[in-house]
């Protein structure tokens, strides 16, 4: 079967060997000239999700009961803050068709709807639900490596504990893959015997963003 990881990575912009011709520049507003990093030179340091965002991962979480719920990020990063100003959630395996035959059909319908509202939409990362803090699988990392790779500053993955939600305690965290298991994902596939030999540990796979939350 198709992992998500491969199915996102199908509908991102794939690296280039070699410079491709320079395109015209898109022109920006002098307003938000000396915040927007065009060059992103400015690493990130923390990520700011609207109010919006939250209900809408939230309520997807809900939606998808004891199933883990996946989606997109859209936003802009300007002057080391990430602000998340929207998301749509991933179609997990074995729905419908009805909202296209794969989640990278879907996740292109998605953006030229929301291109079509005028709404931002350039892909930041992703969020996925969890319960009782349990993140840390394969199938994450290997996502989050996807968008790294591909993303401008590589992207975030923001992780909501449905199990905190439910006390009244919604918790959301964002992190991206530290540059030393970056190397060795270079070298070695994921697993025990990679871990071990490069030793990594969860801090040193992870670097945790501070998250801020923009009520609208």
């Known amino acids: 079967a198709t992992s998500m990881a491969a199915a996102i990575a199908a509908s991102l912009p794939a690296p280039t060997a070699q410079a491709a011709p320079t395109p015209a ?3 920006i507003p002098q307003s938000m000239q000396k915040v927007i990093d065009v060059e992103a030179e400015i ?3 923390t990520v700011q999700l609207d109010g919006m965002v939250v209900m809408k991962i939230m309520k997807h979480a809900r939606d998808t009961g004891s199933s883990t719920a996946t989606g997109l990020l859209l936003g802009i990063d300007l002057d080391g803050t990430l602000e998340v100003s929207n998301s749509f959630p991933l179609p997990t395996y074995g729905d419908d068709d009805e909202k296209g035959s794969s989640p990278a ?12 509202v005028q709404s931002d939409d350039t892909v930041v990362g992703f969020y996925q639900s969890t ?3 349990a993140f840390f699988a394969q199938s994450l990392v290997e996502l989050q490596a996807v968008h790294q790779e591909r993303l401008r500053h590589g992207g975030i993955v923001i992780v909501h504990d449905t199990n905190q ?3 009244a305690n919604a918790t959301f965290r964002a992190f991206r893959l530290t540059p030393a298991y ?3 994902l270079k070298k070695d596939k994921f697993g025990t015997q990679s871990l071990v030999k490069h030793e990594l540990i969860f801090s040193r796979i992870f670097a945790e963003i501070p998250v801020t939350i923009k009520n609208s």
């Open 25 to 27: 520049p898109t022109e």
């Open 43 to 45: 690493p990130v340091e």
């Open 105 to 116: 059909r879907y996740q292109a319908n998605m953006l030229r709807l929301i291109k079509d």
């Open 131 to 133: 319960s009782m803090g």
């Open 165 to 167: 939600a439910i006390r």
């Open 182 to 184: 970056m190397e060795a």
